[in-house]
C-alpha cells in the first residue's frame, strides 16, 4: 500500500462532515480501488465555530487560515464545501495557484466563473472536479462526460431542484396550497427561511449552466437561462393540469435546435406516463434525449451531506487516478462548441394557457380569433368552474413559438376583458 | 489531429451496423474528444452473408478469417458482436493474445467465462470493455465501476430484460394474457421464436452474474443465481397483485447480507410507489441501494442496434484513451472480495402467495395453523373469486427466510388440500 494522498477541506458544515464519514465508512474499499489511503489531515473553518469533537474524531487539524492548507506541501487536494461566491472562488484560485488539486460543489460559483476557474485549473495543469454541484447524488457529469461522449444528446430535462420538487409533489398528490407546501418544506428542513433561490428557479438555473456545458460543450451565463418559478402557482392549475394527464413539476431544460441551443427553468406539465412525472419528494432526476442511446434518465437525491459527499469522495479518487497516471490539467469536460442561442421564433412548445373570462357569450370566440390570427390550434380546451361573473378556462394549444406566444399574450392583454392566469408549457410524450 | 485508431469488426449484424452508424454520425464529436479519428477497416463475416452494401456505404474491408483482422498490424481495437459462446470466445482470446484491446456486449460469454477472459487481457496488458453487456444503452457498468466506487453498494435490483417487462406491461395494463403478451412480443420483434433466455430469466441471470462482480467484486456462476422466470404467470395473480397496490415485474437482484450475496432472478410484486414500477414497455432500470447516496436509478432503452451501438463506441473512445496515456491491462472492474453466498435461512422477504383450496369452512384456519407453526405473520389476505367448490385466496407474509418458505410449501403439500399456485416475493417500500 502506497502512503496516503492527503486532503485539506475548505469548510466543515454538513457536507464537509459527510466527506469525513465517507472516507471513514468506506475505507477499505476505497483504498482497494486507489491503491492507498485518503485522508483529510486539515480542514480551515472560522475561529468563531467550534468543531473540537469532529476534529478529535476524524484525527485531524483545524485550520484558520488558508495558507495553513495551501502551502502545506503534504496535501494535494483541497475539497471546498464553504458555498457562496467569495470567499469560496478567491479560495479555490489561491489553492489551484498553489498547486493544489480541487473538489468542490459549488454550483452557485461554478455557474457564474466555472470556465474562468476550470481556464485556471488547465494553466497550472491541475484538476478541477465538481460531480455533486449538480443533482448531488447522482452522477450525472461523469455520465455526460464519459458515457455520453459518443453520443450527440439532443436535450436535458431535469428535476434538479429538490425542494420545490417536494412542494409540488405536496400540491399534487395532496392538493395543499403553494403557502402551505411551502411551510410544511420549510419545517422538514427541505426549503431554508428564504426560498426565493429555490421556488424563483435559480437554483436550478444554475444547474442548467453548468450542463448545458456538459451537454453541448456551450458556456452560457445566468442572463441566458430563461427562469420562471413556482412562486405563487395557483392549486387549481395544477389540479386542472392533473384532471387532462399531466403533472406539473420544475423543469430545467436545456435544448438544442440545430446548432444553437436554449436553456430555461419553469413550470412544466409532465405527461403522466412519462418518467419524470414519477419523480416524487425531494428526489431529483435528469433525462437525456440523444440521438445514439435515445432517452435515458438518471435519478436519486439531488442533496443531503452523504449523497453529496459520495460524489465528492468519487472526484476525490478520480483525482489520486490521475495523479498516479500523471494525466493533470485535463479538463472535466473537455468537449467545447461555439456558443449560440437558439432565437425566440425557432424555440417551439405545446403551451398550456389558463385564463379567467367574463361568463358571457362571445367571450370564447375572442379567444379563439386571437388564437386563429396567431396561427395557432387548440389541443384541448376544458371550462372549469365559473363564479356566474368569470369562468375559468384552459387551454392546450398546438406547437407555438415563443414569438407567437408573446403575440397572443398581447392581444389578450390590448383586445379582451381576460385574465391570463398562468401560461406553462406542456412537455410532448 | 493524430492518425486514426484502427478497429476491426467481428460480425456485422445489425449491432454491428449500428456502430457504423453512430462512428460516423458523431464523428466530429468522437475526434474532438480523443483527439483523433476511429475508423473501423475491416469486418469479419461468414462467407455465405452478403454485406458488400454495407461494406461499400462504410468503406471498410470484409473478410472471412480472423487472421485477417487480429495479425493486421494497423488494427488496435477488435469489436466482437457476434453473440454466443463460441467462435466468439475463442476469437477474444485470439484477438488479445496477438495483442488487440477488445470490446464486447456478449452477455453469455461474460457471464459465464468473463474472468476467465478478464484475467487474460490483464496478463496482455490490454484493455476489455463490456458496458453494453448490462441493459444496453444504461451505462451502469461504469458508473458501479467509477461513480459508486466512493459508496457500498448493499443491494441492486434491476429490470434488465426487455422482452419479459413488455409482457408484464401488457399483462398489467391490458389485461393480456400470458400467451397473448407473449405472441405479440414475438410479433414485435422484442421476443424471439424461442423465448426461453428472455421468459425463464437466463438473461437476466447473466446480467445479475456481470453486475454481482462489479457491485460486491464477487465473481458467481450461473448455477449460483436463484432463477425463476415468467412462463405462464396467471394473469388473475398480476391483476390481485394490482389491486393489492403492486406491480409484478420480472427482477433481477443481487443484495449484501453482512460480507455474503445473494443473487436471484424472479417475477417480484414492486409498490407502485417505487421507481421500478414506472419502467414500462422494453424499457430496462437499475435501481441501486448503497450507504452513501441511499437510493439511485439508472434507466434506459436495454437492448437494439443504435442504444447498444452507443455503449460500445463510449468504451471504444474509452479504450482510445488509455492507449493514449500507455495505462494498459487495468481490469473494467477492479474491485475484487473474497466470494461468499448468502444461507437460505439468513436470507429474508416478505411474500405473495396465491392457493387455491376447497370452498369450505376450516381452510382457511389450516393455513393460518401452517403459517403461526412456522413463526409467519400475514400482513394482507384477500378471498379471491370461488367457484362454489374451489376458493382462491392470496397471503402476502411479514419478512420471512427462504428455509421457512421451503417449510411452509411443504406443510401445504402434505398437510392440505391447497394447490399453491404461485409464490412470489414482495419489495419493500
Known amino acids: 500500500m502506497e502512503k496516503p494522498v492527503k486532503v485539506g477541506l475548505l469548510g466543515l458544515g454538513v457536507v464537509g ?8 465508512d468506506h475505507q477499505n474499499k476505497i483504498e482497494k480501488s486507489i491503491g492507498c489511503p485518503l485522508a483529510v489531515t486539515k480542514a480551515l473553518i472560522r475561529p468563531t465555530e467550534d468543531k473540537a469533537a469532529i476534529a478529535e474524531k476524524y484525527d485531524l487539524q483545524l485550520v ?7 502551502e ?20 479555490i484560485a489561491e489553492a489551484l495557484k498553489a498547486g493544489k488539486h480541487v473538489v468542490t460543489a459549488n454550483k452557485d460559483l461554478l455557474a457564474q466563473h466555472g470556465s474562468e476557474l476550470a481556464s485556471l485549473a488547465h494553466e497550472q495543469k491541475r484538476n478541477l472536479y465538481y460531480e455533486a454541484s449538480v443533482a448531488g447524488g447522482i452522477p450525472i457529469l461523469r455520465t ?12 436535458v430535462l431535469g428535476i434538479v431542484n429538490g425542494t420545490t420538487n417536494y412542494m409540488l409533489t405536496k400540491m399534487v398528490t395532496e392538493q395543499m396550497s403553494y403557502d402551505v ?3 410544511q418544506a420549510q419545517e422538514l428542513g427541505f426549503a431554508e427561511s428564504d426560498p426565493t433561490n429555490d421556488v424563483d428557479g435559480i437554483d436550478a438555473a444554475y444547474k442548467m449552466v453548468i450542463l448545458s456545458k456538459f451537454a453541448f460543450g456551450m458556456t452560457i451565463t445566468m442572463d441566458q437561462v430563461k427562469v420562471k418559478g413556482i412562486r405563487g402557482l395557483a392549486s387549481e392549475d395544477v389540479s386542472m393540469a392533473d384532471s387532462l394527464g399531466y403533472t406539473v413539476k420544475l423543469i430545467g431544460s436545456t435544448k438544442k435546435t440545430g446548432d444553437s441551443i436554449s436553456a430555461e427553468v419553469g413550470p412544466v406539465l409532465v405527461p403522466n406516463t412519462h418518467p419524470l412525472a414519477s419523480i416524487h419528494n425531494e428526489f431529483n432526476a435528469v433525462f437525456v434525449k440523444s440521438s445514439g442511446i435515445g432517452e435515458s434518465m438518471y435519478y436519486g437525491p439531488g442533496a443531503g451531506a452523504r449523497p453529496t459527499a459520495t460524489s465528492i469522495v468519487a472526484d476525490l479518487m478520480t483525482i489520486v487516478n490521475k495523479i498516479q497516471l500523471g494525466t493533470l490539467g485535463h479538463r472535466f469536460s473537455e468537449y467545447t462548441q ?38 395557432v390550434g387548440f389541443e384541448q380546451v ?3 368552474k365559473s363564479d356566474g361573473k368569470k369562468a375559468r378556462v384552459v387551454v392546450i394549444t398546438h406547437q407555438l413559438s415563443e414569438t407567437m406566444l408573446a403575440t397572443i399574450k398581447k392581444e389578450i392583454a390590448e383586445k379582451t376583458n381576460f385574465d391570463l392566469l398562468a401560461s406553462m408549457k406542456v412537455m410532448e410524450g
Open 17 to 24: 462532515t459527510g466527506v469525513l464519514e465517507i472516507l471513514s
Open 64 to 70: 484558520h487560515e488558508l495558507s495553513d492548507i495551501i
Open 72 to 91: 502545506d506541501p503534504e496535501i494535494d487536494i483541497v475539497v471546498e464545501v464553504m458555498g457562496r461566491i467569495e470567499p469560496a472562488k478567491t479560495f
Open 144 to 155: 455526460i462526460a464519459n458515457s455520453l461522449a459518443a453520443d450527440d444528446i439532443t436535450e
Open 181 to 183: 407546501a411551502l411551510k
Open 338 to 375: 461555439p456558443t449560440k442561442l437558439t432565437a425566440p421564433e425557432e424555440s417551439f412548445s405545446k403551451y398550456f394557457l389558463s385564463l379567467e373570462m367574463p361568463d358571457e357569450t362571445g367571450q370564447f370566440l375572442q379567444l379563439a380569433e386571437i388564437m386563429a390570427n396567431a396561427g
Open 382 to 384: 376544458v371550462q372549469g
